[in-house]
């Protein structure tokens, strides 16, 4: 069985690169085995700012579809749509998310802006240059307007009070440069709602099962988020005290409810493709917040997308079909075949 060639594209990772860069190679990896045991030949395409670089390459490969694990560029989240700009000029298909969508799910407070437009709950916030949505008060947590990962957060990116809020956003944008901005702190739980193209209905998302991530033994003064340490130090106590949990109590089903109508309602918004997974928090009246918007998330072996795929019985692999299939736009046979 030989489908043909699939390039894998994905941000040039330097030997020296941080854990969040290099899990990108994982993920590199783990798509290339499986598009192997579904019977395409792949060569991963590291990119960099050379577009034109890039765009030769891919003429020379001639791919079927392009599979785009690119989460930054040179190391700078700000670029991830760059590759699918370049793509769609080309009419090469390519797997996830457009790049109006990537761009625009990527800088947090335009995401936000979008969000409370369309009457989607998302937390309070206010700009570096003073701009304020909502009225922020009490705690804030500061994060950067264009990069994920937890880039930036740790213990003391949760303040209080907007002068503190201005202060660590001053000193972040001193730090590591790009935009920053405050947000309303959430004191209350995390869950992650992934969404995947439904093979028989277009453009139209389905959810997998909803993720609660839960903070084991935190002392009362850190801060129960997941901070850069959660996400990617494998030692850290934050690390080994935020599983996920799949497993929600029936009492949660009117919660878990409207946190898919909402996710679904943001992936509707923004048009999203393909995959995307949303980070909500919920207050402590029981209100729903979207957070983020995750275009083409994370599919490493250990991350959550992958342990969701696992908990609706559709594994791995045919979530990856699925992927696919939403990016050939039609329904691949054994997508077809599985779901009758
Ligand atoms: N307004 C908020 N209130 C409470 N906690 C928050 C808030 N914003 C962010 N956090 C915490 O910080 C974490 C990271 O924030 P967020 O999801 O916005 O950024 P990210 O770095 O883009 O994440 P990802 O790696 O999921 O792309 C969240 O998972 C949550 O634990
Ligand atoms: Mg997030």
Redesign the pocket.
């Known amino acids: 069985m030989d489908h043909g060639t699939v390039a894998i594209l994905h941000g040039a990772v330097p030997p020296d690169a941080s854990a969040d860069e290099q899990d990108t190679l994982v993920q590199v990896g783990t798509i290339a085995q499986a598009l192997k045991r579904m019977g395409w030949r792949s060569t991963a395409v590291p990119i960099t700012l050379d577009l034109a670089a890039m765009s030769r390459r891919l003429k020379q490969i001639d791919p079927v579809f392009v599979f785009n694990l690119v989460e930054s560029v040179g190391g700078v989240g700000q670029h991830v749509h760059l590759a699918p700009n370049v793509l769609e000029a080309l009419g090469i298909p390519f797997t996830g998310c457009g790049a109006v969508a990537l761009m625009q799910t990527s800088n ?1 407070p335009l995401a936000k802006r979008r969000m409370v437009e369309n009457g989607i709950a998302t ?1 309070a916030w206010i700009e570096a240059d003073g701009y304020a949505a909502g009225a922020p008060r009490g705690k804030f ?1 500061v ?2 307007a264009w ?5 930036g ?1 740790d213990g003391s ?1 949760v303040v209080d009070g907007i002068a503190a809020a201005r202060r660590r956003m001053a000193e972040m944008t001193a730090r590591y440069g790009g935009s920053w901005f405050a ?5 209350g739980r ?1 869950f992650a709602v992934a969404l995947i193209e439904d093979p028989d209905r277009p453009r139209e998302p389905l959810p997998l099962p909803v993720a609660e ?1 839960s903070f084991v033994d935190f002392p009362a003064d850190k801060p ?4 850069y340490a959660s ?1 990617w130090d494998k030692e850290s106590f934050a690390y080994l005290n935020t599983p996920h949990v799949l497993d929600l109590p029936e009492s949660d089903r009117p919660l878990i409810d409207q946190m898919i109508e909402l996710s679904q309602r943001c992936w509707r918004l923004f048009d999203l493709r393909g995959y995307a ?1 949303v ?1 909500l ?1 919920v207050d402590r009246a029981g209100r729903p ?1 979207v ?2 918007v ?1 275009p083409n ?1 994370c599919l490493s072996p250990d991350a959550g997308f992958a342990a969701m795929l696992e908990r609706a019985g559709l594994g791995f692999e045919e979530g990856v079909e699925r992927i696919i299939a939403a990016c050939l736009g039609s329904t691949t046979a054994s997508a077809r075949r599985r779901t009758g």
């Open positions: 947090k937390p947590i994060k950067s990069e994920d990962a937890s880039i957060l990116a947000e309303s702190f959430i004191d995390e991530m129960r988020i997941l901070d996400k997974r980070d928090r917040y957070l983020e995750n998330p």
